[in-house]
């Protein structure tokens, strides 16, 4: 059995290292409330992460201690075979990354030692020697390339998972996932593997106006997110309604546009997305997991449009249309009326689902290390 470092005895405390992922912002904002959640039960908490990841979570926790951890910064295409080939083309690139954040964690934990490693989607931030989680909704990756690679590809993630103490999967296990076969795969990897249920750094809406007809939310890897966003403003002008859209710039400053009754932001804090969201009587969204996440804790309506060439939220997408959860259909067909239209006439099956269970993960967590630290 590992041997697993001890908790600094003067303060009684437990240090958690979190590092999200940096493929898009997901990752990151996915996290805010586990980071809450381990403020809450007494624990100090270092982010390792990226200026752009940095420049959001400071936001929300200027107190905590950020160092900085280089991400992937992997490239897209603009078709959807041309990303699917440079994420082939990449790989060698990413299994460098890797072991460039496992030599960075080595380092690091000289200088700083910790007692529990969080890992949202980083293969290479586990240490032997301390309690060490990766977080996925992977569990299956759907590659795009067919079932053999599928299954390929799954084999390889369980080599790299099994490297860690724990695995916790942010999805309900059984038939009400909401990430179908991802999450929920016929095997498991094997080690222990706990589902949190959904996470949301969102809070419940108190009530809900509708008072938005419509609101857009950017996200993602450019190029696609500036393609889907010049398709997406030649047709919102011509819109009736009030309509909010938000680029999903975290980076550009805090201007605001306003055209007739569009008001376009480049970013705006959590609270007042999640004040949008509640007040919206449509979104539309990539089907990114921690968007759709989101949208279901808060009940909203939604139409889903994958990025093209991500496998993953493209079975997402269709795993919720089928679930009636969601209605999504292609970029490359995308029009703005008729998926109004297609939406009006979908018969959804929303309401706003409780998101509470990861709080239980994290104290057991932190309870079984201090039980093996014998503090």
Same mark, same amino acid.
Request: with cysteine.
């Given at each position: 059995?590992?041997?697993?470092?001890?908790?600094?005895?003067?303060?009684?405390? /437990?240090?958690?290292?979190?590092?999200?992922?940096?493929?898009?912002?997901?990752?990151?904002?996915?996290?805010?409330?586990?980071?809450?959640?381990?403020?809450?039960?007494?624990?100090?908490?270092?982010?390792?992460?990226?200026?752009?990841?940095?420049?959001?979570?400071?936001?929300? %926790?200027?107190?905590?201690?950020?160092?900085?951890?280089?991400?992937?910064?992997?490239?897209?295409?603009?078709?959807?075979?041309?990303?699917?080939? *440079?994420?082939?083309?990449?790989?060698?690139?990413?299994?460098?990354?890797?072991?460039?954040?496992?030599?960075?964690?080595?380092?690091?934990?000289?200088?700083?030692?910790?007692?529990?490693?969080?890992?949202?989607? *980083?293969?290479?931030?586990?240490?032997?020697?301390?309690?060490?989680?990766?977080?996925?909704?992977?569990?299956?990756?759907?590659? $795009?390339?067919?079932? %053999?690679?599928?299954?390929?590809?799954?084999?390889?993630?369980?080599?790299?998972?099994?490297?860690?103490?724990?695995?916790?999967?942010?999805? *309900?296990?059984?038939?009400?996932?909401? $990430?179908?076969?991802?999450?929920? /795969?016929?095997?498991?990897?094997?080690?222990?593997?706990?589902?949190?249920?959904?996470?949301? *750094?969102?809070?419940?809406?108190?009530?809900?106006?509708?008072?938005?007809?419509?609101?857009?939310?950017?996200?993602?890897?450019?190029?696609?997110?500036?393609? %889907?966003?010049?398709?997406?403003?030649?047709?919102?002008?011509?819109?009736?309604?009030?309509?909010?859209?938000?680029?999903?710039?975290?980076?550009?400053?805090?201007?605001?546009?306003?055209?007739?009754?569009?008001?376009?932001?480049?970013?705006?804090?959590?609270?007042?997305?999640?004040?949008?969201?509640?007040?919206?009587?449509?979104?539309?969204?990539?089907?990114?997991?921690?968007?759709?996440?989101?949208?279901?804790?808060?009940?909203?309506?939604?139409?889903?449009?994958?990025?093209?060439?991500?496998?993953?939220?493209?079975?997402?997408?269709?795993?919720?249309?089928?679930?009636?959860?969601?209605?999504?259909?292609?970029?490359?067909?995308?029009?703005?009326?008729?998926?109004?239209?297609?939406?009006?006439?979908?018969?959804?099956?929303?309401?706003?689902?409780?998101?509470?269970?990861?709080?239980?993960?994290?104290?057991?967590?932190?309870?079984?290390?201090?039980?093996?630290?014998?503090?």
């Amino acid at each position: 059995m590992a041997e697993f470092n001890n908790f600094n005895t003067k303060l009684q405390k /437990p240090v958690v290292l979190l590092s999200p992922l940096d493929w898009g912002l997901g990752h990151t904002t996915r996290c805010i409330p586990i980071i809450h959640e381990l403020l809450q039960q007494g624990c100090t908490v270092i982010i390792a992460c990226n200026s752009t990841q940095k420049s959001l979570l400071i936001r929300e %926790f200027p107190q905590l201690t950020y160092v900085q951890l280089a991400g992937y910064n992997l490239k897209y295409g603009k078709k959807r075979w041309g990303t699917i080939v *440079r994420i082939i083309l990449q790989t060698p690139k990413i299994l460098i990354k890797i072991n460039n954040e496992n030599n960075w964690l080595n380092i690091f934990l000289k200088s700083q030692p910790v007692d529990i490693i969080i890992s949202d989607n *980083r293969f290479g931030l586990y240490a032997r020697h301390v309690h060490s989680i990766f977080i996925t909704h992977q569990l299956y990756i759907k590659t $795009g390339l067919g079932k %053999f690679t599928d299954r390929l590809v799954q084999w390889l993630n369980y080599r790299r998972i099994i490297r860690f103490t724990a695995c916790w999967v942010p999805d *309900r296990q059984g038939d009400k996932s909401l $990430g179908g076969r991802l999450s929920n /795969p016929a095997t498991l990897p094997a080690i222990p593997v706990q589902y949190l249920g959904g996470l949301s *750094r969102f809070n419940a809406c108190p009530h809900t106006t509708n008072s938005i007809h419509l609101l857009v939310i950017l996200s993602g890897p450019e190029p696609q997110r500036s393609i %889907f966003e010049k398709l997406l403003l030649r047709q919102l002008e011509q819109q009736r309604g009030k309509i909010v859209l938000v680029r999903g710039l975290p980076g550009a400053g805090e201007e605001v546009q306003v055209k007739n009754e569009l008001i376009i932001y480049n970013h705006v804090p959590a609270a007042v997305l999640n004040n949008l969201m509640c007040n919206a009587a449509l979104v539309i969204s990539r089907s990114g997991y921690t968007t759709v996440m989101d949208l279901l804790k808060l009940g909203k309506k939604s139409i889903l449009v994958p990025t093209p060439g991500q496998a993953e939220q493209e079975y997402v997408a269709t795993h919720l249309h089928t679930a009636q959860l969601a209605y999504t259909l292609s970029q490359a067909h995308f029009n703005l009326q008729k998926a109004l239209t297609a939406a009006n006439e979908f018969k959804y099956k929303v309401s706003p689902w409780p998101m509470e269970e990861y709080k239980k993960a994290i104290k057991d967590s932190i309870e079984e290390v201090k039980k093996r630290s014998n503090l």
